[in-house]
């Protein structure tokens, strides 16, 4: 785990964001606000944007199209975040999402990152080694599928459209959102229903 900053890096960022509101760049409101909206942030929004998705074809194609504008429609605002791109998982390929340089993550749907997705040893191996990183998580795919590993970077965040499970016919978007975890929506696990977890 990263330590936290020390006092030089903290006296760096107030010098810093005092610059920036004292050349009118940024107010403090607006601080205020994208830490507000950061915080209010949580895996549970990119949950009901994939469960909109298996329910509703229009929002689907939105999605996949331009997933900041999917956002936006469900609330979510994503003023001053990068574009967001959603890769969709089908039958032959599987995503893994990775951040090799340091933690880009889509911190507007997804909350913060955790800390392994932060750690130098996720970030190497996931290039590396994915399926062996998968398969750590309990997730091995089918012989044959594709693996992509997908790098976020500070211009462009992704998150996954991982696959609808079978037996889920007629749920409602509540019920599938609670299927969809923050690692589903990276790529190191995939939904599942209860009964099929646990066998």
């Known amino acids: ?66 997933g900041s504008a999917a956002a936006e429609q469900m609330g979510v605002s994503m003023a001053g975040a990068p574009p967001l791109g959603v890769l969709e998982d089908t039958d032959t390929l599987h995503h893994l999402v990775v951040c090799t340089l340091c933690s880009c993550y889509p911190r507007m749907v997804l909350g913060y990152p955790p800390h392994w997705y932060k750690s130098a040893a996720y970030r190497a191996r996931a290039v590396r080694d994915p ?24 211009d462009y965040r992704w998150m996954v459209l991982p696959q609808r499970p079978a037996g889920t016919e007629g749920w409602d978007e509540t019920r599938l959102a609670s299927l969809v975890t923050r690692d589903a929506l990276v790529g190191v696990t995939l939904p599942m229903v209860a009964e099929r977890a646990a066998a």
């Open 1 to 66: 785990m990263a330590a936290p900053p020390g006092p030089e890096s903290i006296a760096l960022l107030e010098r810093f964001v005092a610059a920036l509101k004292a050349q009118g760049v940024v107010t403090e409101e607006e601080i205020a606000e994208q830490i507000a909206r950061t915080d209010r942030a949580s895996p549970e929004i990119g949950a009901r944007m994939v469960a909109r998705a298996w329910t509703d074809p229009a929002y689907r194609e939105l999605l996949l199209r331009d």
């Open 131 to 154: 399926r062996g990183v998968l398969a750590e998580w309990g997730t091995v795919l089918p012989d044959g599928m594709e693996l992509r590993v997908v790098d976020s970077t500070a």
